[in-house]
């Protein structure tokens, strides 16, 4: 059971460049979460779904996108990258929207 | 946008002592209270939920929740130099459009 995996672990990107982070779970959870963690700012969340074809906007959505084709995919879309958009990203999943997230591992993302 | 507070810490501890980590949260209509877990350069991974007033016990852990005063804590008995790490506390928000706030971390540090 590998729970929410994450690709890459670690990214360079140019500015302008763009960049599909990918997040899976195999444990059939309805609900999956983009989260990005800067230092000292805690998690802000990007975009969740609450299940296959349902997407919402979070708190920081501008310069992301996300689909969501299946129960176990949920990936995220930077179209063109800019400084801001370095930080650490997590990929999490529940089962309802009570329950606690299993995150993946992160992507260390660095715009230069 | 509602707030979730926690003390950045670095808290320290001996080994063997109480650690004491607080959370206050400003939405008297949360309802889901969730601690993690974060070593350095790891993600988040969940330790303990709480939902009802009072204290709720798992091994050397301990969630409390007071609604009427609006915090919630977490408590490390027999502190080892293991959960030397970063405490995250999260809240629902459910009169928002973000599922989960996250704190910012108290970083504990537990002394040999």
């Known amino acids: 059971n590998a729970g929410v995996t994450q690709t890459p672990k670690f990214r360079i990107l140019k500015i302008g460049q763009s960049m599909t982070l990918q997040c899976t779970q195999d444990?059939?959870?309805?609900?999956m979460y983009w989260y990005r963690q800067d230092p000292g700012m805690g998690l802000k969340l990007i975009y969740y779904s609450v299940g296959a074809g349902i997407t919402d906007k979070g708190e920081v959505p501008n310069g992301y996108n996300v689909s969501r084709s299946t129960t176990e995919d949920f990936p995220l879309r930077l179209e063109l990258a800019a400084p801001s958009q370095t930080s650490v990203y997590f990929c999490?999943?529940?089962?309802?929207?009570?329950?606690?997230?299993?995150f993946g591992s992160g992507t260390r993302l660095t715009v230069v | 946008q509602k707030e979730v507070e926690q003390n950045s810490g670095p808290l320290s501890v001996p080994e063997g002592a109480i650690a004491s980590l607080n959370c206050t949260y400003s939405d008297r209509g949360s309802q889901s209270f969730f601690w993690y877990r974060q070593y350095s350069g790891k993600s988040p991974e969940l330790i303990m939920f709480?939902?009802?007033?009072g204290d709720k016990e798992d091994g050397r852990f301990t969630a409390q929740l007071n609604k009427a005063s609006q915090y919630v804590s977490l408590l490390i008995r027999d502190s080892q130099p293991s959960d030397s790490a970063t405490y995250l506390c999260?809240?629902?928000?459910?009169?928002?459009?973000?599922?989960?706030?996250f704190g910012t971390g108290t970083r504990l540090k537990v002394l040999a």
């Open positions: 999490a999943s529940s089962y309802g929207d009570r329950d606690g997230y299993t």
């Open positions: 709480i939902y009802s007033n």
């Open positions: 999260a809240v629902n928000n459910p009169l928002g459009t973000y599922k989960y706030i």
């Open positions: 444990m059939n959870h309805n609900y």
